[in-house]
C-alpha cells in the first residue's frame, strides 16, 4: 500500500505530529518495563513487534533476547518510522533491530519468513483499526507452530481519576466517542482472548499491566497526568467538532485535571489488557 493511501485509510486519532511522538516517548518510559517483565523474554527468541511506533519497546526487546535473537519492527507511518530510526541511531543501536514499512493488516513477510517467529507482539494498535481479527489473524499465521501471539491494549472503561476533576468525566467520554467516529475500538482490552481464539491461537493466559500512581509518589503522578492532558490537547479539535465543548470550556476542563494532579489524596486509576495465546502445533 502506498503510503499516500496509508494516511487516506489512517484511523489513528492521535497523529503524528513531533508532539504526539515526545508524548508517545515519554509513555514508552513509563510502560516498558512493565510489558518485558509480562513477555517473560528467556534469551534467543525471533521476534516480530507489530506497530512498533517508535521502535523503543522494539529496541529494548531486542536488547533482552540477545545473544541469538533477532526482531523485526513493523509499522506503517512513514512518520513512526523515521522517528525510530532517528531513536535507534542517536543510541547506537542501528544494527539492534531491522525496522520495515507495512500494514499489520497485510504483515510485509516475504514466503520464506510466514511461520517463523517464535513471539508475535502488538501493543495499542487494536483500538486503531478497523478489522483487529485480520491483524491478530496474521500475527498467528506469522509465528511457528507452538510461538506466542502477545495482544497489549486499552479498555478505556477502566481508567479513573479520584476524585474525579470538575467536567473530566464529560471530556472523557467525548474523547471516546472520538474514537467511535473514526470506528475505532476503544474497549478493545476485553475483547483480546477473542480475538486470539478467532484468528485460530489457543488462549494461554490474561491480565493486567497496572497504569497509574497516586499522590504519594508526585513525580511518577505527575508523568501520568501530563501524559492524559497531551492525549486531550492532541485531540482538541476533534473533540470541539463532536459540539459538546466550547473552547474555553475545554480549557478549563484541562486545567481541572492539572490542578487535580496537586491534590493531596490523588490517585490515578488505569489497567491496561494483556492476552496471550499459543499457535497450535501442526
Known sequence: MSSTTEREDSRYIHGTAPEEQVRLSRLNDLLNDMSLREMALTGGEKVIDVGCG?????RAIARTVRPGGAVLGIERSPEQLAEACRLA????????????QGDAQRLPLSGGEWGTFDIAHTRFLLEHVPDPSAVVGQMVRAVRPGGRIIL????????????????????????????????NDPFVGARLVSLLVEAGAVPQRNTWLFFGACAGQPELLAAYVDNLVRIMEGVHEPILHLGEFEPASFDQAIAAIRQW?????????????????RRPSD
Request: proline content about 6%; aromatic content about 16%.
Open 261 to 277: 494532579g496537586l491534590r493531596p489524596d490523588a490517585a490515578y486509576w488505569y489497567a491496561i489488557s494483556w492476552a496471550e495465546g
Open 152 to 183: 497489549e491494549d486499552d479498555a478505556h472503561d477502566t481508567h479513573r481519576l479520584w476524585p474525579e476533576p470538575p467536567g473530566f468525566g464529560r471530556l472523557w467520554s467525548a474523547y471516546l466517542r472520538t474514537y467511535d467516529r473514526l470506528g
Open 54 to 58: 517508535l521502535g523503543q519497546l522494539t
Open 89 to 100: 541511531a542517536r543510541a547506537s543501536e542501528e544494527q539492534l533491530v531491522e525496522f520495515r
